[in-house]
């Protein structure tokens, strides 16, 4: 039972606009949550992260926003450029809990020239 | 550089010969993480270790060990291989502090095939 989905496989965006990541969770203990982006033969990279007690962080074009209510949170990209074309991954964890992250199934991001 | 080192980074081999695949990080991080990466499944933690002799379970670990005998390595060692043990592999590392809550570092992968 995946407690992190990201329900779209894919999304294809033109460069200039808003892309629109989203990831629902299921487990109500989880009270931090991270995004990572990958690129082909790389590791994942961390790139924006929220705590439950917030319901929006941003940096630079990145912008996370999180609904505890919904267990929904959201990744906005503005503008979109085609270097961020790349596999984005939910991540979220329990604080009190030393075990690491639960990740999502991934989202492959392409941006349009 | 700061960085996370696996290898090797490609290996096909066969079913029940034990393989081990190294993880080395030089950022002095107490944390570190085993995941694999399946289609549509993400990426499942398979091992961690909070510290140097310190080693815990995560969600997928039959078929494999660990080690942590130095902080800076965490080998990952599959015993008998089997196919299903086919994936790509990820090692990463974190510090401790801001309780558990340190982003982790990934290093490139390893792709392990077991035919």
Same mark, same amino acid.
């Given at each position: 039972?995946?407690?992190?989905?990201?329900?779209?496989p894919s999304l294809s965006?033109? =460069?200039?606009?808003i892309s629109i990541l989203n990831c629902d969770y299921t487990n109500s203990m989880f009270d931090?949550?991270?995004w990572y982006k990958k690129y082909p033969a790389e590791g994942p990279t961390f790139l924006i992260s929220i705590s439950s007690i917030k319901d929006k962080n =941003?940096?630079?074009?990145?912008?996370?926003f999180?609904?505890?209510?919904?267990?929904h949170l959201s990744l906005h990209i503005v503008p979109s450029q085609p270097g961020d074309s790349a596999v984005y991954f939910c991540a979220a964890r329990y604080s009190g809990s030393a075990r690491q992250l639960t990740f999502g199934s991934g989202t492959q991001l392409t941006v349009l020239p | 550089e700061a960085q996370v080192t696996q290898n090797p980074r490609y290996l096909?081999?066969?079913t029940g010969k034990k393989l081990?695949?190294?993880?080395?990080?030089n950022m002095n991080h107490e944390y570190m993480s085993w995941y694999r990466q399946d289609p549509g499944l993400g990426l499942r933690q398979i091992y961690y270790s909070m510290n140097v002799e310190v080693t815990d379970k995560g969600d997928v670990p039959e078929g494999y060990k660990v080690s942590r005998k130095e902080?800076?390595?965490?080998?990952l060692i599959l015993e008998s291989p089997s196919p299903n043990q086919t994936s790509l592999y990820f090692c990463a590392s974190s510090p401790r502090g801001r309780g558990f809550n340190q982003p982790q570092h990934f290093g490139d992968g390893t792709r392990l095939s077991i035919l």
């Open positions: 039972d995946q407690q992190v989905k990201q329900n779209s965006v033109q =460069e200039g606009r931090y949550f991270l =941003e940096d630079g074009r990145f912008t996370v999180l609904n505890k209510s919904a267990k | 096909i081999t066969v081990t695949v190294t993880c080395s990080q902080k800076r390595n965490f080998p």
